[in-house]
């Protein structure tokens, strides 16, 4: 990433909001709730050029 200490990315493992009925404060419904507990996950990151295949790369194809 150019400018490396501008950059920002949030990747979550999960995010909740699926089955509320309102999008200013009611809770989700409980069988879309996340529970609080320990979870842990892990994403790798890959150069690409402008010339690359993404679908391929994507797939480990390449």
Known sequence: ???ALRRRAAIDYKQMG???DTSWGRPV???YRIAPKAMSFSFSLEPISANT???KQARGLQ
Request: net charge neutral; proline share 8%.
């Open 29 to 31: 419904h409980a069988p």
């Open 1 to 3: 990433m150019v400018n």
């Open 53 to 55: 295949d993404i679908k």
């Open 18 to 20: 699926v089955g509320g």
